[in-house]
C-alpha cells in the first residue's frame, strides 16, 4: 500500500513563529504536493515538486515556501507563521505518467495559529 | 486556467437511495483526466472514481458511476444503492494530461453528502 505520512494531525503554533510541516512517501513518487484545504473553498495548491531540489509555486504561494531534499520528503515551511494560515493542510504524491494516475494524500495536518 | 465548479454545498439522501452530485469545469485543452475523490470525517481522501476525457464511456466502479459529457463540460457522479459509509465530502477534480501529472489537481470546492438512515 502507498503510504504518504504527515508528521502530524494537530498543530498549535504562535503567531511569527516559524513552522515546518512534513510530509513522507514510501512509494518513490516523483510528484509530490502541498494543498491547502478551507471550508467553502476546496483544496488549492500551494507548492508541487516534480524532482529533488525542483519546486515549483501553486495557485497560493504567497507566505509559504518548501524544500525537497530527498525524493520521499517534501517540507513545507511557513517562514512567519499568521492566523490565516489557520487551515487544514494535505500532502499528495503521485507518479509521473501520461495516465489518470492516482494521487495519494496524507491524513493531513490541522494548523491554528494562535 | 482551469476551473471546477461543484454547485451543491450539501446534498442528502436516504440510506439504499439513488443521489447524483454535479460537477462542470472549464478547460481549453482537449486531453485531460477528471476524477471524484471522497473525504470522510477520517479526513482521509480516497480515489472513488477517474475517467480519461477521450474516453466516450462512462468510468463505473461498483455502485458510483459517472455521466461525463465532454462538451457540455459535464461530469457528474452517480451513487447507487447509498450506504451510510458514503457519508462524506466529495470533491471533484481536473487534471491536465500533459506535466505527467507533475502540476497537480484542481478541486472544486466539494459537496457534503448525508445519508439519512
Known amino acids: 500500500d502507498v503510504k504518504v505520512t504527515q508528521s502530524s494531525r494537530y498543530l498549535v503554533k504562535r503567531t511569527g513563529e516559524k513552522v515546518f510541516l512534513e510530509c513522507v512517501q514510501d512509494m518513490d513518487h516523483e510528484n509530490m504536493f502541498w494543498y491547502r484545504q478551507d471550508p467553502g473553498l476546496g483544496l488549492r495548491l500551494i507548492y508541487f515538486s516534480y524532482d529533488v531540489k525542483m519546486k515549483e509555486k501553486g495557485d497560493i504561494p504567497e507566505g509559504y515556501s518548501v524544500s525537497r531534499e530527498k525524493k520521499e520528503r517534501f517540507s513545507l515551511i511557513l517562514e512567519s507563521a499568521s492566523t490565516n494560515q489557520t487551515s487544514m493542510y494535505l500532502c499528495?504524491?503521485?507518479?509521473?505518467?501520461?495516465?489518470?494516475?492516482?494521487?495519494?494524500f496524507g491524513q493531513g495536518t490541522r494548523l491554528t495559529v494562535v | 486556467a482551469q476551473t471546477v465548479t461543484q454547485s451543491q454545498p450539501e446534498m442528502s439522501v436516504q440510506e439504499a437511495e439513488t443521489v447524483t452530485l454535479s460537477c462542470t469545469y472549464d478547460t481549453s485543452e482537449s486531453d485531460y483526466y477528471l476524477f471524484w475523490y471522497k473525504q470522510p470525517p477520517s479526513r482521509q481522501m480516497i480515489l472513488v472514481i477517474r475517467?480519461?476525457?477521450?474516453?466516450?464511456q462512462n468510468a463505473t466502479e461498483n455502485r458510483f458511476s459517472v455521466n461525463f459529457q465532454k462538451a457540455a463540460k459535464s461530469f457528474s457522479l452517480k451513487i447507487s444503492d447509498s450506504q451510510l459509509g458514503d457519508a462524506a465530502m466529495y470533491f471533484c477534480a481536473y487534471r491536465s494530461a500533459w506535466k505527467g501529472g507533475a502540476d497537480g489537481l484542481t478541486f472544486g470546492k466539494g459537496t457534503h453528502l448525508i445519508i439519512q438512515p
Open positions: 475517467q480519461e476525457a477521450y474516453k466516450q
Open positions: 499528495a504524491s503521485s507518479l509521473v505518467n501520461r495516465g489518470p494516475t492516482e494521487a495519494f
